[in-house]
C-alpha cells in the first residue's frame, strides 16, 4: 500500500524498520535493511521532506522514527483537493477551447486517437455533448478492458440524463446499466469497430492493439449512421 503514496522499493524498506523498531540512528537502519550507506541516508532525507519520517539529536547522535501514522489520510485529503481543483480548471479549459473551435468553425474534421487515455478522451466527449447517443457492432470488449473507467462513466451518464441505444451481436456481453437499452441481433450484421453516433459525431472504436479510434465530426455522416442503425434497431434476433 505504501507505493500507493509514492513510496520506493527502498523507501519501503526504511520506513518499515522504523515502524518496527521504533526510534534508532541510522547506522542501525543500513544494518536491518542492508543498504549502501549513501542509500540509506539519502532515503532518510526523502521521508523527512515528505513528512512521513522525523528526527532528535539525542547527545551526539541523530535518530529517527516515523511520524504520526495520520500523516498518511493528510497526504489523500491533499490529492483529493488538488483532484477536485484541477477537476474545475479542466472544466473551464474545455470551455474555452469549444468557444475557440466553435468561433473558428472547422466544418467536418476527422480526428485519431491512441492508447486507453485516447479511449477515454472520446468517452468523455460523449458526456460533455450531453445527448443520447446510439451504438452498434459493440462487443463489450471496453466495459471489459476498463471496468473501472467505465462503471465511473455510467455513473456520470446517469447524473446528466445520458441515455444510449446499443445493438450488440448475439452472444456478447452487455452491460447492465440503468441508461442503456440493447438489442441484440446476428453477428452477420455487425461489424469489427464499434461505432458511437454522438451530436453530429461518429467515433469508430477499432479492434486493434493500438486502441486506436478514430473521430469524424460531420452533421452529415452522423445522420447517414444514424439512418443505418435504425434499421440494426428494428431487426429482430432470430
Not at 446499443?166 to 450484421?189: D, H, L, Q, T
Not at 444514424?226 to 429482430?236: A, C, D, Q, T, V
Request: aromatic residues 10%; proline residues 1%; hydrophobic residues 40%.
Amino acid at each position: 500500500m505504501l507505493e500507493e503514496f509514492g513510496f520506493t522499493a527502498n523507501e519501503e524498506k526504511v520506513y518499515l524498520i522504523l515502524a518496527k523498531l521504533g526510534t534508532i540512528g541510522a547506522a542501525d537502519i543500513i544494518k536491518k535493511t542492508r543498504l549502501h550507506r549513501a542509500t540509506v541516508y539519502d532515503v532518510l532525507e526523502r521521508l523527512i521532506g515528505k513528512g512521513f519520517v522525523g528526527f532528535v539529536i539525542l547527545g551526539k547522535t541523530k535518530v529517527y522514527s516515523i511520524s504520526d501514522s495520520s500523516k498518511f489520510l493528510d497526504v489523500a485529503l491533499e490529492e483529493r483537493k488538488r483532484a477536485e481543483i484541477k477537476e474545475e480548471m479542466a472544466v473551464e479549459v474545455m470551455k474555452k477551447l469549444k468557444t475557440i473551435e466553435n468561433r473558428v468553425g472547422r466544418g467536418s474534421v476527422a480526428r485519431v486517437f491512441m492508447g486507453v487515455e485516447g479511449q477515454k478522451i472520446v468517452m468523455n466527449d460523449i458526456i460533455d455533448t450531453g445527448k443520447d447517443f446510439v451504438v452498434f457492432g459493440s462487443e463489450g470488449r471496453f466495459v471489459e478492458d476498463l471496468k473501472d473507467y467505465t462503471e465511473q462513466w455510467a455513473r456520470r451518464r446517469e447524473e446528466k440524463g445520458v441515455c444510449a441505444r446499443i445493438v450488440m451481436a448475439k452472444g456478447s456481453r452487455a452491460p447492465v446499466w440503468k441508461m442503456n437499452k440493447i438489442r441484440f441481433i446476428g453477428k452477420e450484421y455487425c461489424s469489427p469497430t464499434s461505432t458511437f453516433v454522438y451530436g453530429e459525431k461518429v467515433a469508430m472504436f477499432m479492434n486493434d492493439e493500438a486502441r486506436t479510434v478514430v473521430v469524424v465530426q460531420s452533421a452529415g455522416l452522423a445522420k447517414s449512421y444514424m439512418s443505418y442503425f435504425g434499421i440494426l434497431w428494428r431487426l429482430k434476433d432470430d
